[in-house]
């Protein structure tokens, strides 16, 4: 038996029950459509599976616990997204250059755009070494068996 799914976008006073494979591939039609503009290979391509099997899922076959974790990880979504009620699965993630990045790190990447070459090459700098300097930190608080802490940086207004 498949569990319904109700959630609070479901329209109030109808008798509207979604079981939890049409919301899966209702959803998976969303993730589609606002990361790849409806282009199955370009999704199939993100999730490093064959684009005959995405649109069998898109279409008919049946998304299974697994394959809807798997999507999940893949994409950066969080876990259960699929299952969501539709209309919320897709979060806050959109596709830069073939990577799967949020919005806000899309918006860093576009005002990077506007600076000059040089100040975009400083900052790359920072970044690599920033970056570095974690990987290293990381590494060593591992052998010491100690919890990692990422500092954060605050923007100015």
């Known amino acids: 038996m498949i569990a319904p799914v109700v959630g ?4 109030i006073g109808e008798n509207w029950v979604m079981d939890i494979d049409q919301t899966r591939r209702q959803n998976l039609h969303q993730i589609c459509q606002q990361l790849t503009d409806g282009n199955q290979q370009k999704l199939a391509d993100l999730l490093d599976r064959a684009q005959s099997l995405v649109n069998r899922y898109l279409n008919e076959k049946p998304i299974g616990s697994r394959f809807a974790r798997y999507v999940e990880e893949r994409l950066g979504l969080d876990k259960g997204a699929l299952d969501a009620p ?3 699965a897709g979060g806050d993630m959109v596709l830069l250059h073939h990577y ?3 919005k806000e790190m899309a918006q860093v990447a576009a005002d990077l755009e506007k600076l000059d070459p040089e100040v975009r ?13 974690k990987r290293r930190s990381d590494r060593s608080a591992g052998k010491r068996g100690e919890l990692i802490s990422i500092p954060r940086l605050e923007a100015d207004a």
């Open 8 to 11: 609070d976008n479901y329209p």
């Open 86 to 88: 539709p209309g919320t």
């Open 100 to 102: 799967l990045v949020s």
């Open 121 to 133: 090459e400083q900052i790359a700098v920072m970044v690599h070494t920033l970056v570095a300097n």
